[in-house]
């Protein structure tokens, strides 16, 4: 074998791998999505909305890998095809992971999880859902035409039950409120679509006239806790010093402190981390455009939805509860354990290159 096809092969391989990697994310998402509806699981909810930023850059990452193929062995027949479909199921991964996000966003609304005749359904349609994605995502990897033809074939049984579905949603008593709000729901996510879609057109714009990328998203993360004065002021500070350039961090309390934990502020001292700007602030001091910007509201002790029991849709809630208390005096374990939890939190939102 040549340096050529040596070449050839391995980057070949490469794509192969990473199309592989990027389909187990998105069964993964949708998995757990439905996971999440069924079980009432808000947690594994805003957790597979914020796991869907790995997916966006395995995304971007492949396909900068096939133009990358397309400069350097300027393929043809066989290989010109299977770039352009790899191009196309990229796109479509994508949006299937944006699909898990609404499922999981539309989940973490619900106060319990679809019951009765409804629920069974669901679990229905999401097993056949599922089954057809799996076999989608094993013909394409394995280039299997005979497995990808007969696995199209379930799409018209997933459609009819579906209609089936529709059919008895509209018997009830409810039956035109029910069908008016299934119509507005329509209109509105088509139009969302419609959105993201024009969005994207704008970039390719930009870039064709520029060669200007399109800028890692910058996320906007609120640190709450009971009274403002240390551990989510902690949070605060070490994000701001950690990730400056991945994130806008805010940090408040229910019933903000009478000052700012003083064994709290020198421990940041000696590490050399920044908080001149700290403020004590108490959560109703922030309008409801400050809570609705945030992408994510992270609570150091209980429960977010003990502190905002209505969450913005889009915005997603985690539960750290801190082990280690300030009042223990022990800055340092309560230092480690917060910077751990940061450094996880950025490197799933931005990757390993987070900063």
């Given at each position: 074998?040549?340096?050529?096809?040596?070449?050839?092969k391995?980057?070949?391989d490469?794509?192969?791998?990473?199309?592989?990697?990027?389909?187990?994310?998105?069964?993964?998402?949708?998995?757990?999505?439905?996971?999440?509806?069924?079980?009432?699981?808000?947690?594994?909810?805003?957790?597979?909305?914020?796991?869907?930023?790995?997916?966006?850059?395995?995304?971007?990452?492949?396909?900068?890998?096939?133009?990358?193929?397309?400069?350097?062995?300027?393929?043809s027949?066989?290989?010109?095809?299977?770039?352009?479909?790899?191009?196309?199921?990229?796109?479509?991964?994508e949006?299937?992971?944006?699909?898990?996000?609404?499922?999981?966003?539309?989940?973490?609304?619900?106060?319990?999880?679809?019951?009765?005749?409804?629920?069974?359904?669901?679990?229905?349609?999401?097993?056949?859902?599922?089954?057809m994605?799996s076999?989608?995502?094993?013909?394409f990897?394995?280039?299997?035409?005979?497995?990808?033809?007969?696995?199209?074939?379930?799409?018209?049984?997933?459609?009819?039950?579906?209609?089936?579905?529709?059919?008895?949603?509209?018997?009830?008593?409810?039956?035109?409120?029910?069908?008016?709000?299934?119509?507005?729901?329509?209109?509105?996510?088509?139009?969302?679509?419609?959105?993201?879609?024009?969005?994207?057109?704008?970039?390719?714009?930009?870039?064709?006239?520029?060669?200007?990328?399109?800028?890692?998203?910058?996320?906007?993360?609120?640190?709450?806790?009971?009274?403002?004065?240390?551990?989510s002021?902690?949070?605060?500070?070490?994000?701001r010093?950690?990730?400056?350039?991945?994130?806008?961090?805010?940090?408040?309390?229910?019933?903000?402190?009478?000052?700012?934990?003083?064994?709290?502020?020198?421990h940041?001292?000696?590490?050399?981390?920044?908080?001149?700007?700290?403020?004590?602030?108490?959560?109703?001091?922030?309008?409801e455009?400050?809570?609705?910007?945030?992408?994510?509201?992270v609570?150091?002790?209980?429960?977010?939805?003990?502190?905002?029991?209505?969450?913005?849709?889009?915005?997603?809630?985690?539960?750290?509860?801190?082990?280690?208390e300030?009042?223990?005096?022990?800055?340092?374990?309560?230092?480690?354990?917060?910077?751990?939890?940061?450094?996880?939190?950025?490197?799933?939102?931005?990757?390993?290159?987070?900063?």
């Open positions: 074998m040549s340096h050529l096809e040596e070449r050839l391995r980057d070949l490469q794509v192969h791998d990473r199309v592989a990697k990027m389909g187990e994310q998105v069964q993964d998402a949708v998995k757990n999505a439905v996971q999440a509806l069924q079980t009432g699981d808000h947690e594994l909810a805003y957790l597979t909305v914020l796991k869907d930023n790995p997916i966006n850059r395995c995304m971007r990452e492949i396909d900068r890998v096939c133009h990358s193929f397309f400069a350097v062995h300027i393929p027949g066989g290989h010109l095809r299977l770039l352009s479909s790899v191009i196309r199921v990229n796109i479509e991964l949006r299937i992971g944006d699909y898990a996000v609404t499922i999981a966003r539309e989940a973490a609304q619900l106060s319990e999880p679809p019951s009765g005749a409804l629920g069974e359904e669901l679990d229905r349609i999401a097993d056949e859902t599922m089954l994605l076999k989608a995502i094993t013909a990897g394995n280039l299997d035409a005979e497995m990808a033809k007969n696995t199209m074939a379930l799409a018209d049984e997933l459609e009819h039950n579906l209609d089936t579905v529709y059919s008895e949603m509209m018997i009830n008593d409810q039956r035109d409120r029910v069908k008016e709000i299934l119509a507005i729901f329509v209109v509105f996510t088509q139009l969302k679509r419609v959105s993201d879609q024009a969005k994207n057109l704008c970039e390719d714009t930009v870039f064709a006239v520029t060669g200007e990328q399109k800028q890692p998203k910058v996320f906007k993360i609120l640190f709450i806790d009971e009274d403002n004065g240390c551990l002021q902690m949070a605060e500070a070490i994000a010093h950690l990730y400056p350039k991945s994130g806008i961090y805010l940090s408040a309390g229910r019933i903000p402190a009478s000052s700012l934990d003083s064994g709290m502020t020198a940041l001292d000696a590490k050399g981390i920044d908080h001149k700007d700290a403020s004590l602030t108490a959560l109703s001091q922030l309008s455009h400050d809570i609705f910007e945030q992408h994510v509201v609570s150091l002790q209980g429960k977010t939805a003990d502190y905002l029991p209505a969450l913005p849709f889009h915005s997603s809630a985690l539960n750290w509860d801190i082990t280690q300030c009042g223990s005096g022990d800055f340092e374990v309560v230092y480690s354990e917060i910077s751990s939890r940061v450094k996880d939190l950025m490197k799933l939102l931005r990757g390993e290159g987070a900063g």
